[in-house]
T-cell receptor, first 112, second 113 residues
Framework: NAGVTQTPKFRVLKTGQSMTLLCAQD?????MYWYRQDPGMGLRLIHY???????AKGEVPDGYNVSRLKKQNFLLGLESAAPSQTSVYFC???????????FGPGTRLTVT | GENVEQHPSTLSVQEGDSAVIKCTYS??????FPWYKQELGKGPQLIID?????GEKKDQRIAVTLNKTAKHFSLHITETQPEDSAVYFC????????????FGTGTSLTVIP
């Protein structure tokens, strides 16, 4: 039981490049989330999904897109990376409302 | 939306002493309050949580208290140990679609041996 895994662990992009971050969970959770973590700002929700085929915007969705084609996977895409998207990205999954979220190990992204 | 404030941002205690971290929230509809511990280079891990129908919850050396009237909740760690050194985050969520968590800005706890 691996829990929540994220791919890749590190990535460096040039401004304007695109990339996709992959999150996978093996706990059969309905809900999945993407957060970004910046120094002094805690974790902020980018997008989330309450089930296969559904997505919704969080606090800071601009510049990102997501897809949930399979229940166990949640993809985060950056179509045209900007230096302001330099951050550590965490994926999480959970059973639903008023339940804990389980976090992955994170992806450190640098945009130059 | 919900606004969660967390204090202090840094905290140093001697080994064996207690540590207290406080959070306030703004949305009276919030009803679930988890606390996460994040070690360097790792993802956050849940250490304790409390729901709005409970005023206090304890798990060995860790306890959380909730005051719904004042809209604040606190994490208490007793008999601190060096391995308690980490960044701690509080969060609040409402029982709405998506179970969105709103996190505090974190407290860096250092336990001095």
């Amino acid at each position: 039981n691996a829990g929540v895994t994220q791919t890749p662990k590190f990535r460096v992009l040039k401004t304007g490049q695109s990339m996709t971050l992959l999150c996978a969970q093996d706990m059969n959770h309905e809900y999945m989330y993407w957060y970004r973590q910046d120094p002094g700002m805690g974790l902020r929700l980018i997008h989330y999904s309450v089930g296969e085929g559904t997505t919704a915007k969080g606090e800071v969705p601009d510049g990102y897109n997501v897809s949930r084609l399979k229940k166990q996977n949640f993809l985060l895409g950056l179509e045209s990376a900007a230096p302001s998207q330099t951050s550590v990205y965490f994926c999480a999954s959970g059973k639903g409302s008023s339940y804990e979220q389980y976090f992955g190990p994170g992806t450190r992204l640098t945009v130059t | 939306g919900e606004n969660v404030e967390q204090h202090p941002s840094t905290l140093s205690v001697q080994e064996g002493d207690s540590a207290v971290i406080k959070c306030t929230y703004s949305d009276s509809a919030s009803n679930y309050f988890p606390w996460y511990k994040q070690e360097l280079g790792k993802g956050p891990q849940l250490i304790i949580d409390i729901r709005s129908n409970v005023g206090e919850k304890k798990d060995q050396r860790i306890a959380v208290t909730l005051n719904k009237t004042a809209k604040h909740f606190s994490l208490h760690i007793t008999e601190t140990q060096p391995e308690d050194s980490a960044v701690y985050f509080c969060a609040a969520s409402t029982q709405n679609t998506g179970n969105q968590f709103y996190f505090g800005t974190g407290t860096s706890l250092t336990v001095i041996p």
